[in-house]
């Protein structure tokens, strides 16, 4: 069953289109993987499943309750529900400066109040124990490389429990060695059955952990499969012409 409906989503800034009819579901346990030039609205997209940009038409159904259906969104509570369900990592992290890595990761639980602080605590250091980093609890951001920043960004959102992680693009900041230790991180919430829409440019991310790769281009999806039928037997000229300027 899809946990997550996107139907004919509409997107325009100022009379250019940036989304066209976007179409495509995901179901529980996916890791869909979303590539393509820069500017093909990608992140766009991903930003308007989680109620980050306002779509102009089409449907966003989570866990079967709809975000937005034809164009028109529910109430501002339900999409508060219904945004809790999913967790989102930036490209460039968004860490508060002034909070330690583990306050970072125990803030938005304790806004919501819904769990005690020892709970909270407990899940925080154990989220740090798996990321590699529980030596760096008291550190603030400043004091960490952007890998190991990354990787406390990926923890803060896995401590709302979502049932679906977006990335934008987590690793298009780094450099090579902590592109890696990031994508480890990925892979294993992938092997644990996260389910995951990464906008990426690592293609061998793409083709090694996601079960289905997308390709957009100029706002629209050109096509879409699983990373081996799509890497190796692409069906249309813009696919394989991308792929060909990105050999990985």
Known sequence: MAIMEISNLKKSYDQIEVLKQITFDVNKNDVVAVIGPSGSGKSTMLRSLVHLEEIDGGTIRVCGENLVKDGAYSKPQKIKEITAKMGMVFQHFNLFPHLTVQENLELAPKLVKKESAADIRKRSTELLEKIGLANRVKAFPGKLSGGQKQRVAIARALMMNPEILLFDEPTSALDPELTREVLQVMKD??????????????????????NRVIFMDNGEIVESGHPTELFTNPKFDRTKAFLNQNQF
């Open 189 to 210: 919430l992938a092997e644990e059955d996260m389910t995951m829409i990464v906008v990426t440019h690592e293609m061998g991310f793409a083709r090694e952990v996601a």
